[in-house]
């Protein structure tokens, strides 16, 4: 009895205890339960009520994405609003990244790559590559598509995911080849131009309109470069709403993208057309400008390209072809090469002011003048008797020059070449393509050549020839120096800049030196190197010839003319690389039948489509 008792005291204890942990572990799970709640529920209020506005910034960023849409670029249009640069509507091949899985493009891209010919599966994966696979941004593969291959990947839709043909403004040069080089061309950012902008690419936005991203086109050279700024335009596109992975939900809202400023460049479109005709096919270069105010009006170089070929993806066999015209994408109006005897205004202006020559004075001229053992002949192999300056620069006479140069020296050359421009980039906008030329002097050469400077080297330069250099550009505003009087200007592209277009600056020369200079100038067109070419039935004009030698190759010419006379409103430099012949007889006519297109456009139109007709039917 007592046994059977104690036996069930002990399981009534066993049975209390065991009741007693179980409530223990209630009583502590509730409590935890509480303040984990209590901890969650703070902190669910702190982030909606102080941190709500920013956590729902964050979650639209991560869910909503805007599809980039490239802007139309600005159009380009000469003096008098006709069309130099536009767009049109063209096919333009596009990938979409996240439309699949990255593992899966492969496949897509060699279909491609089959469909397109010209454009490998590796060149279709390094663009998908530099955009990412989970970018939503559409990715441009190719652009202005035949109407084929338009055919073929609509008819083939299904099979290519993720591949889209959406009609995209392209550049268009309505002239062709006019004004190629002034002009220029535009092309797809590379990697290292984006790098070069990198301080102004903001990746998704441009709302300020400076921030460039992969697949904008850019301005490559000329107007098109130089003014990027203006005709770009503002990045717009699509707002999409995607999902964690990626994939579009739904079309929130667009973004129209802000087409580019249109330009007014100086150009006047149908001198241009006259200059392009009167160089034709000679390898060389013309620039008209106003020698008042700098305006550019004709900018000419040849061999020249059709910049609408940049709009697409160049075949090889066409850039074979481009690539045979010995340079066609170097414009050298802005190159620099020996001007020849056009120097000799400067060598007029630095005789007169340096105090060394007055205007009346005179020098004998010979066949030719030995100095340190070297004969350096005059052209005509002669001389031309006793003359002064005026007659010696419409005789061009290289003696009278020689002694002028020897007396002079070196340092006033340089001096007043600089003054005239020589050896600076003249203020063009063009500025990545301008040469500053060559102004040599005995330091140069010490230290470049590693030589003294000798005499014969000053003789030279008197003429334009040895080491000096200049391009069309900077002998355009040193003849302009004696046409207006005496002032130095700043050649420029655009209409409306009014800072440059007042711009002049005084050389400071003497009235009798612009006089001099003035009449040696005239002469050259009433008796000398230029009497015939002269147009007075027209207008009355100031000019100077120049031949340069080149050896082993044939002669440079040169000829640079203003008119009229005594009010000049153009002025024109015609070059000849490598032509032979004189500047007078090859780069004359040229220049001439510039002017005369500048002063009777009608006439000189017809004149032109009789041409064309003659040509046409020789052919």
């Avoid at 130099?84 to 063209?90: G, N, P, Q, V």
């Avoid at 707002?239 to 150009?267: R, S």
Wanted: charged share 20%; net charge negative; hydrophobic share 40%.
């Amino acid at each position: 009895m007592a046994i059977s008792t104690r036996k069930k005291i002990v399981t009534t204890q066993g049975t209390e205890r065991s009741i007693g942990q179980r409530s223990q572990a209630i009583v502590l799970f509730c409590l935890s339960a509480s303040i984990l709640l209590g901890f969650l529920g703070s902190r669910l209020a702190y982030l909606q009520l102080v941190e709500g506005d920013r956590n729902r910034e964050l979650a639209d960023e991560n869910r909503i994405r805007l599809i980039a849409k490239a802007p139309e670029r600005g159009r380009i249009l000469d003096r008098n609003g006709k069309l130099l640069a536009t767009s049109r509507l063209a096919h333009s091949l596009y990938l979409w990244p996240i439309a699949q899985p990255e593992e899966e493009w492969p496949t897509t891209i060699a279909k491609l790559a089959e469909i397109l010919d010209d454009i490998t599966a590796e060149e279709i994966r390094q663009k998908l590559d530099q955009e990412g696979y989970d970018s939503p941004n559409l990715v441009r593969i190719a652009t202005a598509l035949s109407p084929r291959i338009v055919t073929h990947i609509t008819e083939h839709n299904g099979e290519l995911p993720g591949v889209q043909i959406s009609p995209e403004a392209v550049r268009y040069y309505p002239n062709g080849d006019i004004a190629a080089h002034v002009l220029g061309y535009t092309g797809e950012i590379t990697p290292a131009e984006l790098e070069k902008f990198a301080d102004q690419f903001s990746g998704d936005e441009n709302e300020d309109g400076k921030s460039y991203r992969l697949q904008d086109v850019v301005g490559k050279s000329g107007i098109e470069s130089a003014f990027e700024t203006q005709l770009r335009g503002v990045w717009g596109g699509q707002q999409v709403e995607v999902d964690a992975v990626g994939k579009v939900l739904q079309v929130l809202g667009q973004k129209p993208p802000q087409p580019g400023n249109a330009v007014y460049v100086t150009i006047d479109l149908e001198l241009q057309k006259a200059a392009e005709l009167a160089l034709g096919d000679l390898k060389g270069a013309v620039v008209a400008m106003n020698p008042q105010n700098g305006e550019i009006l004709a900018m000419v170089s040849h061999p020249n390209f059709d910049p609408n070929i940049f709009s697409t993806r160049i075949s090889e066999k066409t850039w074979a072809q481009l690539q045979a015209k010995e340079n066609p994408f170097v414009n050298r109006a802005l190159r620099a090469f020996p001007p020849a005897s056009t120097y000799k205004i400067i060598t007029t202006a630095a005789a007169l002011e340096s105090g060394g020559y007055s205007p009346n004075d005179y020098l004998n001229t010979f066949a030719y003048l030995s100095v340190g053992g070297i004969q350096f002949w005059d052209h005509n192999n002669a001389g031309f008797g006793v003359i002064g300056f005026a007659e010696a620069m419409a005789y061009s006479s290289d003696t009278f020059f020689y002694q002028v140069g020897r007396k002079v020296g070196v340092d006033a050359l340089a001096e007043w070449s600089r003054k005239f421009s020589y050896g600076s980039r003249t203020g063009i906008e063009l500025v990545a393509e301008e040469s500053k030329g060559l102004v040599p002097d005995p330091a140069w050469k010490e230290e470049v050549i590693g030589e003294q400077w000798y005499v014969g080297n000053t003789i030279n330069m008197s003429i334009g020839q040895g080491d000096l250099q200049a391009s069309l550009l900077q002998v355009a505003l040193m003849t302009a120096v004696p046409a207006n009087g005496g002032y130095m200007v700043r050649p420029h592209l655009r209409l409306d800049d009014v800072a440059a277009k007042t711009w002049r600056k005084s050389l400071d020369l003497k009235p009798s030196t612009v006089a001099i200079l003035q009449q040696g100038l005239r002469d050259v067109m009433t008796y000398g190197t230029g009497q015939g070419l002269n147009i007075d039935d027209i207008v009355v004009t100031a000019g100077k010839s120049g031949t340069a030698e080149d050896p082993p190759r044939e002669n440079h010419v040169w000829f640079t003319v203003y008119g009229p006379y005594d009010n000049p409103e153009i002025l024109v430099v015609a070059f000849g690389e490598n032509s032979g012949g004189g500047g007078s007889s090859i780069a004359g006519p040229i220049a001439m039948q510039v002017m005369k297109a500048y002063f009777q456009p009608e006439q000189a139109k017809q004149e032109q489509e009789e041409a064309k007709k003659n040509a046409a039917s020789t052919q």
